[in-house]
C-alpha cells in the first residue's frame, strides 16, 4: 500500500483527551490499555481500507507501543462481530441504527462516534471504452432489473458490502436482480475484473483508485473513472462530475458518504486514542493528502520573512 509519507511528532488535543508526546513504554511494569498503548483490533469496511492502513501506519510510527490489528470485512460480517462481542471498534460510512445498538444500550455502553473523512463511490470501466461519462439513473435501472444499453454489466465487490447496500437504497430495490449484476469477493476483483473485460462497470470505493496497493497499479493505470449526473442540483443544463475532492466538498459528485469510528469499548482504550488521531489536524491532513475530503481542514502555516 501507498503510504502518506506525514510523520508528525506533536501533540494532539480534542476535548479532553490529550496524547503525551513522549512514546509510552513497558518500562515500570506498565500493563493493559489506554489511548497509546496495548493491543486491539478494528474492523474495517473494505471499500475504505487503504485509508485506514495509511493512517495507522504513521499512527503506529509515532506510538510504537501500540498494536492495533487491522482487520477488513463486508459491513455485514463487521455489524455480525460487533453483535457477537468479538470486537468493540469498528471503521463504517455510515452508524448505527438504533435496533443495532440497541445490544450495547442494553449493556450500559454508549457509542463513541467519531466522524473522520467524506468518501466517494466510484464507477469504474475499461479505458478501452470511449465514453467517459454516464447518468445515474442508468445504474438505478440496472439495480431495478431493467435493461440498460449503457451499463450491460455491472460489478459490486461484495454481496454483502456497503457500496450494495447504499446504491440499492438510492435505487429502491431490496434486492439485488438475476441479470447483468455480478457481485465478486473484494474491490481488488472488481478493478482486475474491469480492466479485463470492456463493456463492464465496476463499483468500488474511490480511495482504491487513489492510493492502490502497488500489485494493483498496473490494473487502476488501465481503467477509467466516469463522470456521473447529479439530478438533485442541475435543474437546467445536464453536468457531470468526477469524485474528485473539491466536486466530494461542494456536493457535486452524487455518490459520497461520511465515514466513522465507531467505538463501543466503554473505555479509554486504543480506539478512543485512534479516533482521537485519525480526526485530529495530524490524522486530517493524512487524509486531505488521500483525495478524500477530511471533516476539518488542516490549517497551513506559511512563514513570510
Known sequence: MKYTSVIIFTCITAGVLVFSCKKETTEGGFEGESLTYGKTTILVDNTVQ??????????????????????????NEILQALQRDTAKVAIL???????????????????RVTEFAVDAIALITNSKVTDTVLDLQEVYNVLQGKASAKVPKLVFDNPNSSTVKE???????????????YALK????????????????????VNWLLQPPLDLVKYVEKVRILALDNVKIDKGEKKYYQPSQSNIATGSYPLTRK???????????????????????????IILKSGLLPVTIPPREVEVK
Open 50 to 75: 487503504p485509508i485506514v492502513e495509511d493512517v495507522l501506519a504513521v499512527f503506529h510510527s509515532v506510538y510504537d507501543n501500540a498494536h492495533i490489528n487491522q482487520a477488513n470485512l463486508t459491513e
Open 259 to 285: 465515514l466513522y469510528v465507531l467505538n463501543y469499548q466503554g473505555k479509554q482504550g486504543l480506539g478512543m486514542g485512534f479516533a482521537t488521531y485519525i480526526s485530529a489536524p495530524e490524522g486530517q491532513r
Open 186 to 205: 473484494s474491490n481488488e476483483e472488481v478493478i482486475k475484473f474491469v480492466h479485463d473485460n470492456p463493456g463492464s462497470i465496476g463499483i468500488v470505493g
Open 93 to 111: 460510512p455510515r452508524k448505527l441504527t438504533a435496533a443495532e445498538e440497541a445490544h450495547f444500550t442494553s449493556t450500559g455502553i454508549s457509542p
Open 167 to 181: 446504491l440499492m437504497r438510492m435505487a429502491g430495490v431490496k434486492s439485488m436482480p438475476t441479470s447483468n449484476v
